[in-house]
């Protein structure tokens, strides 16, 4: 279904939880096992330069800089009305795909852009070193990002009601958006992850799930103006709560 497929890319990252795993792992919360086994739930087979993910690994415990209260691992997703928070004309945003990066704060001079490249049943990570301060992000509290998204929720969920016939072709909308918020759920997340943090995944999780029964369960597409306005807002909370979640992490180790 390529609709669902392009709509999916707009609103779900598995770089989210990715990304939250490897935090988790870098300030020692998480062992290697738990890590290695969560980004196969995220994508597969992972490789780095042709080899294999452990070398990505030791890499990143090398470089990040954890002891610095700004966050040691920032999730850059981008999409249409918001650009990706890497300076243009990079070779990292050249490498970029919908499934956006993570990056890794070693220095105020150097940050590394790990970028991943999603196929069937496999990931291939490319590392970029940028000297240039990235683009600050939005730096929206867990409550601010968590308001725009509830905002969000209560304006996607009159959609399924505006749609007239066409939400007659599902026997139960609400429960087709209940499966895919399922979906978006999975693999879950590690045990350290802030209740705000998880609160605000699990938000922008049923946003997303209502976007695609929508657009493409449906097939209607009318309302897409509305739906794409959302969008935004969706990534904005899962940068947001990944933010959240190092910053707890931080604070536990160093704060």
Not at 38 to 63: E, F, N, S
Not at 68 to 91: K, M, T, Y
Not at 155 to 167: F, K, R, S, T, V
Request: proline share 7%.
């Amino acid at each position: 279904m390529i609709a669902a497929v392009y709509t999916r890319a707009e609103v779900y990252s598995p770089l989210q939880n990715t990304a939250v795993w490897l935090a988790a792992w870098l300030y020692g919360h998480e062992p290697t096992d738990e890590l290695l086994d969560a980004l196969r739930d995220l994508g597969g087979t992972h490789t780095y330069g042709g080899r294999p993910i452990a070398a990505l690994l030791a890499d990143a415990r090398a470089a990040a800089d954890l002891t610095s209260p700004d966050p040691a691992v920032r999730l850059l997703l981008w999409g249409p009305g918001q650009a990706a928070a890497i300076p243009a004309g990079s070779p990292a945003l050249s490498a970029l795909t919908p499934a956006g990066a993570v990056a890794l704060r070693e220095s105020d001079e150097l940050t590394h852009i790990l970028v991943p490249r999603y196929t069937e049943g496999a990931v291939e990570w490319r590392w970029f070193e940028e000297h240039e301060r990235l683009p600050e992000p939005a730096w929206l509290t867990p409550g601010e990002a968590d308001a725009l998204l509830a905002r969000a929720t209560d304006q996607a969920a009159d959609l399924i009601e505006a749609l007239g016939g066409g939400a007659a072709d599902l026997p139960n909308p609400r429960l087709t958006v209940g499966a895919l918020s399922d979906f978006y759920d999975t693999p879950g997340l590690p045990g350290c992850v802030t209740p705000r943090a998880a609160k605000l995944f699990a938000r922008a999780d049923r946003v997303a799930a209502i976007i695609e029964t929508v657009t493409d369960t449906v097939g209607d597409h009318s309302l897409d103006p509305q739906l794409f306005a959302l969008w935004r807002h969706i990534r904005t909370a899962r940068m947001a709560g990944v933010a959240d979640a190092v910053h707890d992490l931080w604070r536990e180790a160093y704060g």
